[in-house]
């Protein structure tokens, strides 16, 4: 069974800063997705950035980007200049593309934004 | 705007009440899916539907019932519930069941008394 694990269940970061979360999964697929999602206080699962494990390049999007290492099985998030809006719970998730159509997510890390 | 709505946002009803939860998303994706989320946890999985029929089913307790009318809709149907199902229940839907990013609605906040 897949697995994914998020170390961190807090963190915090002075706005304008970076900040990296971690996120570790197992699998035994060679083909699968990682997402990363976002869950504000409002509530909705807002997805952030997603990675194909086919693909070498990590994943960008504006401030958010990934450091995906497929032999460590290994998922980070960086978020780059980091704003008051992007306090919220993250959520590391796995899909494998060929399977039972199920999104295993990790435990989540609460990131504060401190002004 | 959330491109996957649900109503109704809050539900409070007593345990021998019946009542129903809506999904509808015009994105035209083909799969569906209930997830029920406690307090600072992740969602666990509850109901897939793909290509409007149900294809995981969770071992949930039959108390709830989802129901797929048309490509567009789900619905999740609560009878007899506990106070242990107070959480919120999170619809979500994808292009495919899989290789797509699921999208979610808000949430409907369901309380048990």
């Known amino acids: 069974a897949q697995t994914v694990t998020q170390s961190q269940p807090e963190m915090s970061v002075q706005e304008a800063e970076t900040v990296t979360l971690s996120c570790t999964y197992d699998?035994?697929?060679?083909?699968?997705?990682l997402f990363w999602y976002k869950q504000p206080p409002s509530r909705q699962m807002i997805l952030v950035i997603r990675?194909?494990?086919?693909?070498?390049q990590n994943a960008t999007e504006n401030r958010f980007s990934v450091n995906f290492q497929k032999a460590a099985k290994s998922f980070s998030l960086k978020i780059s200049d980091s704003q008051l809006g992007d306090a919220a719970m993250y959520f590391c998730?796995?899909?494998?593309?060929?399977?039972?159509?199920?999104?295993?997510f990790g435990t989540g890390t609460r990131l504060t934004i401190i002004p | 705007d959330t491109e996957v709505t649900q109503t109704p946002k809050h539900l409070v009803m007593g345990m021998t009440n019946k009542k129903s939860l809506k999904c509808e998303q015009h994105?035209?994706?083909?799969?569906m899916y209930w997830y029920k989320q406690k307090a600072k946890k992740p969602p666990e999985l509850m109901f897939v539907?793909?290509?409007?029929?149900?294809?995981i089913n969770e071992s949930v307790p039959s108390r709830f019932s989802p129901e797929c009318p048309n490509s567009s809709l789900l619905n999740l149907h609560l009878h007899a519930l506990q106070p242990e199902d107070s959480a919120l229940y999170l619809c979500?839907?994808?292009?495919?069941?899989?290789?797509?990013?699921?999208?979610f609605g808000d949430g409907t906040r369901l309380s048990i008394l």
């Open positions: 979500a839907s994808s292009q495919s069941p899989v290789n797509q990013p699921q999208h």
């Open positions: 699998t035994s697929e060679s083909d699968y997705y």
């Open positions: 990675q194909e494990a086919y693909k070498q």
């Open positions: 998730a796995y899909i494998a593309s060929l399977g039972d159509e199920k999104l295993t």
């Open positions: 994105m035209g994706h083909r799969a």
């Open positions: 539907y793909s290509y409007e029929k149900l294809s």
